[in-house]
């Protein structure tokens, strides 16, 4: 993924859960030093609908202090996982001044059936300027064949270059 966003001089926002980056410390110090943005996506990726308050600002502030542990600061934004942001996240996320992310559009490639043309597909169906993307580089409970996302990647990658748009992070469009 890293090299395909490199051929097309392309950066990406990585949202990275906190126990990935502690098993994974190099791959998220190439992320920063390829130019990617860094977002926290909590420690456990727990659904913060699914559990109290407290635990769900604990996953997040617990996903937050091991990305800055390895890569010695904080980012400064932030995506639930599922999406579920809940009030108390948010308010923590508001007072230490993060950024909460959303996306607006997404590939549905964690489902089974999933392709490099139906990834890139759902995506086109919304992609305009200022879009915000969302796919998955892996899945830590259940291994899934990365071919779909990188190949609908390459593919998106074509189509943003041939509409004059560019692939940027959020960091950057921000």
């Known amino acids: 993924m890293l090299d395909l966003l490199a051929r097309h001089g392309a950066n990406a926002t990585f949202f990275l859960t906190g126990s990935e980056v502690e098993r994974f410390p190099e791959l998220a110090r190439r992320l920063v030093a390829e130019g990617h943005a860094i977002g926290s996506h909590t420690a456990a990726h727990l659904d913060h609908e699914a559990v109290g308050s407290e635990v769900a600002v604990a996953d997040m502030l617990a996903g937050v202090g091991a990305i800055a542990r390895v890569l010695g600061f904080e980012p400064a934004l932030y995506r639930a996982p599922y999406g579920h942001f809940v009030p108390a996240t948010l308010a923590e996320a508001d007072r230490?001044?993060?950024?909460?992310?959303?996306?607006?559009?997404?590939?549905?490639?964690?489902?089974?059936?999933?392709?490099?043309r139906s990834v890139a597909d759902h995506v086109l169906e919304a992609l305009?300027?200022?879009?915000?993307?969302?796919?998955?580089?892996?899945?830590?409970?259940k291994p899934k064949d990365p071919e779909p996302v990188i190949g609908a990647t390459a593919i998106l990658l074509q189509e943003i270059e041939g509409r004059g748009l560019r692939a940027v992070s959020l960091a950057a469009m921000l």
């Open 96 to 116: 230490r001044g993060w950024t909460c992310v959303h996306w607006s559009t997404l590939g549905y490639d964690w489902m089974e059936e999933a392709t490099p």
């Open 128 to 141: 305009e300027p200022g879009a915000i993307v969302l796919l998955h580089d892996s899945r830590r409970a």
